[in-house]
């Protein structure tokens, strides 16, 4: 299954981006699909996880700022990234989940997209 994150890009902080992950498999069946995100030496985290019925939840530092969304038809993720901080900045990618309460990713890591947030 290849997995390929896109909508990256240099943004001030407070500006907006959209990321989208197409996912070369149907989705509709996957229970829980994740955004995750690794900065700069740091440890790869889970930002958001959203539902196959569009159920989502977040990761404290971007609750109230970021929205995930999937649209099965199209297999594929959004992620809508609004208020960004500098510490936002790291590389993000979509990843199928084990599930909704076990959110270790299930594939292996695909193409991710690069996120700046100058300050």
């Known amino acids: 299954v290849q997995l390929q994150a896109s909508g990256g890009g240099l943004v001030q902080a407070g500006g907006s981006l959209r990321l989208s992950c197409v996912v070369s498999r149907s989705i509709s069946n996957i229970g829980a699909m994740g955004w995750f995100r690794q900065a700069p030496g740091k440890q790869r985290e889970l930002v958001a996880r959203v539902t196959s019925s569009g159920n989502a939840n977040y990761a404290d530092s971007v609750k109230g700022r970021f929205t995930a969304s999937r649209d099965n038809a199209k297999n594929t993720v959004y992620l809508q990234m609004n208020s960004l901080k500098p510490e936002d900045t790291a590389v993000y990618h979509c990843?199928?989940?084990?599930?909704?309460?076990?959110?270790?990713?299930?594939?292996?890591w695909g193409q991710g997209t690069l996120v700046t947030v100058s300050s």
């Open positions: 990843n199928a989940l084990n599930s909704y309460y076990d959110p270790k990713p299930y594939y292996g």
